[in-house]
C-alpha cells in the first residue's frame, strides 16, 4: 500500500491565535509539509486544484514542480486536476512535462470539481460537469497514447494531426485516478478504461463509501481488466492525532467546529463515528485506519491524510506528519497481514513501464 499526506490549499483563520496566514505563507507550508513527508517515509503528496479564494493552489503543476526538484523518492500527485474546466491538450503536455522533470514519480486524480461559479470563468457549465469529464478524459488517453491525433468533440475545437509534447516518458502516461464524493458515472468512467478510483470519503458515512466503490470493482471485472478484488481503490481520511484521545479531541475541536466544510453541522463526536475524520491517540487512528478494508470492500492500494488546512497552525501540522511518520509502519504491517498475492500494489512508473502499459 502507498500512504501519504493530500491537501487543498485553503487559506483559513485560526480560531484559537486568531491568525490567518498569507497566501504566501500558505505556499512555502504546503512545500514543507511535501519534504517532511518524504523525510518521515511517507509515499504520497497530493494537491489540489481550486481556482476561488480561499484557495492557493491553481497551478499545481508549478507547485509539484517545485516539489520535485527538492525531493528525491515521493510520489507527487494532484488530490483534483480539474478534467472539466482544463483544456485535455494543456493537461496532456503540462502532466507529461512534469512526469519527465520528476523523472516519473507522478500520477493524477481526475476531478469535475463542484464550485458551481468556477466552470463559467473557463467558459463551461456545471451541468455539464459529467458530459465533460467523459469527453475530456477520453481525448486526454488519446493524446498521450497515439502520436498524432484527429479528434472532434462537442466542448472544444477539433484537432487534426495533432501531437502533444512532450510524449510521456519511456511512452508511458502517468497512472490515473478517477476521484469523486458521490458520482457513479465517474466510478463506471474509472472502471471502464482500468484506472484507479479514488473515493474522498471525508463526508459519507461507509455504507455510501461500500456502495461506489463495490460498483467500480463490479464494473472494473465486467470490463475484463481483472477480479474485482484487483482493482485498484484509493481512500481518504482526515487525521488529527495526539498522544492521548482527550487531547487530540479538546485540540482539534475549535477547528473542526469553526471550518467551512465541517463546522454548524454534525458535532465533532457523530462526525467521527460515521466518516473517516480521525482524532484520536495512535493506536485509536491505526485502528480506524485497518477498518478502512471493511469500507473499500477488501484490500485497497492507497490510503491518503489530511493534516493540513481549516486553520490548524503549521507546527502542528508538521506534528500531524511526523506522527503519522510514526503510525505508518504499523499500517504497513497490518495491512500485509492476509493481503492475497493476486491483489496488485499500487502502479508506479516503474511497474507501468515494465508492462509496457498503454
Do not use: C
Amino acid at each position: 500500500m502507498q500512504f501519504g499526506i493530500f491537501g487543498v490549499g485553503d487559506v483559513a483563520r485560526d480560531p484559537v491565535s486568531g491568525r490567518t496566514p498569507s497566501e504566501h505563507d500558505r505556499i512555502k507550508a504546503v512545500v514543507e509539509y511535501a519534504k517532511l513527508a518524504e523525510d518521515v517515509g511517507l509515499d504520497v503528496f497530493a494537491m489540489g486544484e481550486h481556482h476561488n479564494p480561499p484557495f492557493i493552489p491553481s497551478s499545481p503543476t508549478t507547485l509539484l514542480g517545485y516539489v520535485a526538484a527538492r525531493t528525491e523518492r515521493i510520489v507527487l500527485s494532484t488530490s483534483t486536476t480539474l478534467i472539466t474546466t482544463n483544456d485535455p491538450v494543456k493537461i496532456a503536455e503540462d502532466y507529461a512535462m512534469l512526469q519527465h522533470l520528476a523523472d516519473g514519480r507522478l500520477d493524477l486524480m481526475m476531478g469535475r470539481g463542484n464550485t458551481g461559479p468556477v466552470y463559467p470563468w473557463f467558459g463551461q457549465d456545471i451541468r455539464d460537469g459529467i458530459a465533460l469529464a467523459v469527453e475530456n478524459y477520453a481525448l486526454l488517453r488519446r493524446l498521450w497514447r497515439e502520436d498524432v491525433v484527429d479528434w472532434e468533440g462537442k466542448y472544444r475545437t477539433p484537432l487534426q494531426s495533432f501531437t502533444s509534447t512532450p510524449r510521456p516518458l519511456d511512452g508511458t502516461p502517468p497512472f490515473v485516478w478517477h476521484a469523486s464524493i458521490r458520482s457513479p458515472e465517474i466510478a463506471e468512467q474509472a472502471a471502464y478504461y482500468g484506472d484507479g478510483f479514488f473515493h474522498n470519503n471525508l463526508f459519507w458515512p461507509k455504507e455510501h463509501v461500500q456502495r461506489l466503490v463495490g460498483l467500480y470493482r463490479r464494473r472494473f471485472e465486467h470490463y475484463g481488466h481483472g477480479t474485482a478484488d484487483q482493482a485498484v481503490v484509493g481512500l481518504a481520511a482526515h487525521l488529527f492525532v495526539r498522544k492521548n484521545s482527550q487531547d487530540a479531541i479538546r485540540e482539534f475541536r475549535p477547528y473542526f467546529d469553526n471550518s467551512q466544510a465541517y463546522g454548524h453541522g454534525p458535532s465533532l463526536e457523530d462526525t467521527t463515528a460515521q466518516t473517516a475524520v480521525l482524532v484520536g491517540s495512535p493506536q485509536e487512528v491505526i485502528e480506524r485506519v485497518l477498518a478502512f478494508r471493511d469500507v473499500a470492500v477488501g484490500d485497497y492500494q492507497r490510503q491518503l491524510f489530511v493534516v493540513d488546512g481549516i486553520g490548524v497552525p503549521h507546527r502542528t501540522v508538521l506534528q500531524q506528519i511526523e506522527m503519522l511518520g510514526e503510525i505508518v509502519p504499523v499500517l504497513r504491517k497490518e495491512f500485509a497481514v492476509g493481503r492475497p498475492a493476486r491483489v496488485p500494489d499500487a502502479p508506479t512508473h516503474a511497474t507501468l513501464s515494465a508492462k509496457g502499459a498503454r
